[in-house]
């Protein structure tokens, strides 16, 4: 009972946290999972919820992404998909694509795949949006003229997971490379090239250890590397004195999600520099 | 007030984690087990909105910038009484988990009155690790003010998601 209480009571002070800060723009959402595989043979479904302090109306769509080298997803334009990422988008089906949810009220999204005969085999993906629709840009009291320039700025946020169709026999492995002590705009980043091969992509955990210290110096978890790219850099924002501890002798470790199984895709003694 | 959240906080867990599990229900059905599952999720929740203040514009054109860091510069020529903010968003899910964050790179503000604006803007973050209690980015920007330019309200809307690898 226990073990179940620790999500539902996040959910509880999510839900409680909320009134604290004024509502600004109605939208805040919920999404799980946060990730689909499908094979082709059933669908799957995804639960969003309002989380918000007052109703809001919220559109899903299917977004072409593809990776980038330092492992960004790059948005891309409909009329620039490839051929693959257009099939993607063409065999995934799902319902409903805009809902009206009052606050805390969930809704079921229904995922499924149609796969057209004579599909090569493959990996297919579109990322799913969920996105609230602004219903009224935030209102200030409004200037008259000469009184100055007032300025109102309202983001339309939302949240992406990935949905992964896999058809026929896929494969894939990956390499751990080089390690490093990285510096980015923002501060000292911990940073390690993937490589992938094979036919699918790979998704997993990567914890760095060191030997004779019990506690993984770093987590990070759910790190991707998409078949559009063959290697891809790793960058983990980390605080100055985690940076200054990883230098030296680490071991590096990349495993398959917990979920299926946890199995070790590789693994590296690296020296981080 | 405590019962009632904690209340709707179980039913949206509980019909999460019954829709995902209509195939293990059934399975489980068989032996008479009874499971349960608990959903990864993510929440993103919108903090303080991204507030260039209040401008009054001068004869030459300049700009209006805020760090993501909530600190405003006034460009020379201009008046900027008050104060701004920088835009805040506050994301929860798995602790560990790292989350790409993507956004327009500019907004254009429409004038109640006449004219239009247009606006720069900056990202604190392209990845986010999560940790024990999530994880947040701001955004900035730089506002260009036109010479002489229209009073009024302007308003404008931009795009910015979290992405799940």
Known sequence: MLRLFGPFLCLFMAAFALPATPALAAGDLLVAPTRLILDGSRGAEVVLNNIGSEPATYRISLEVKRMAADGGLDEIAEADATPAEKAALAMIAFSPRRVVLPPNQPQVIRVGVRVPEGTPP??????????????????????????????????????????????????????????????????????????????????????????????????????????????RTVSLRIPPDLAAQLRGPVHIRYTEDREVGGATIDAADRVVR | MRTIGMKRALAGVAIAAFAMNAQAAQAASATGQAKAKILRQIQLTAGSPLDFGTIISGSTASTVAMTTAGTRTCGSGLSCPGTGTAGSFDIQGTNGAVVTVSGDSSVTLNGSISGTMTAALTYSANTVTLGASGGNFQVGGTLNVGANQASGDHAGTYNVTVNYQ
């Not at chain 1, 992964?164 to 490093?180: H, Q, W, Y």
């Not at chain 1, 980043?189 to 990567?206: K, N, P």
């Open chain 1, 122 to 231: 493959g990996e297919y993906r579109a990322h799913m949006l969920f996105r609230a629709v602004p219903d009224s840009v935030a209102a200030t009291a409004p200037k008259a003229a000469g009184e100055g320039v007032s300025i109102a700025i309202t983001p339309i946020y939302g949240i992406t997971i990935p949905v992964i169709v896999r058809i026929g026999d896929l494969e894939a492995s990956a390499t751990i490379g080089d390690a490093r002590i990285g510096e980015t705009r923002d501060g000292p980043a911990f940073e390690f090239d993937l490589t992938r091969s094979g036919t699918r992509s790979v998704y997993g955990d990567i914890e760095v250890t060191r030997r004779g210290e019990p506690q993984p110096l770093l987590v990070a978890r759910g790190i991707a590397v998409y078949p559009e790219v063959d290697a």
